[in-house]
């Protein structure tokens, strides 16, 4: 039902846009969001974004980097990430919440991506 896409491997300070194309019963989602998991850290929020409202959670992490945009018609949840950083490195899960609200924690989103793997590295 999420299918991601657009991971790589790139520099330090490089850009790189992951996407996120929702399909039935995620069409819908109230909330979707962007975690990521370092190899052998917990998984951790990265955004989190109510398409009603608009409403985008940024972390500290990725406040001032990182971007969201998306298509409301197609369903799609991007996540665009400048100025990347080696700490950035991890495989990165789109997750949606059909009903909500907007939370930081992974158990409260009832839907998963495969991930996709970003690393940063020179």
């Known amino acids: 039902q999420l299918v991601e896409s657009g991971g790589g491997l790139v520099q330090p300070g490089e850009s790189l846009r992951l996407s996120c194309a929702a399909s039935e019963p995620t069409r819908s989602a109230l909330i979707m969001a962007w975690f990521r998991q370092p190899d052998g850290k917990e998984r951790e929020i990265v955004v989190a974004?109510?398409?009603?409202?608009?409403?985008?959670y940024y972390s500290d992490s990725a406040r001032g980097r990182f971007r969201v945009g998306g298509n409301g018609a197609k369903n799609t949840l991007d996540l665009q990430m400048n100025y990347l950083d080696p700490e950035d490195t991890a495989v990165y899960y789109c997750a949606a919440s059909l009903a909500g609200p907007l939370d930081q924690q992974p158990n409260k989103y009832e839907y998963w991506g495969q991930g996709t793997q970003v690393t940063v590295s020179s």
């Open positions: 974004h109510n398409p009603r409202t608009d409403y985008t």
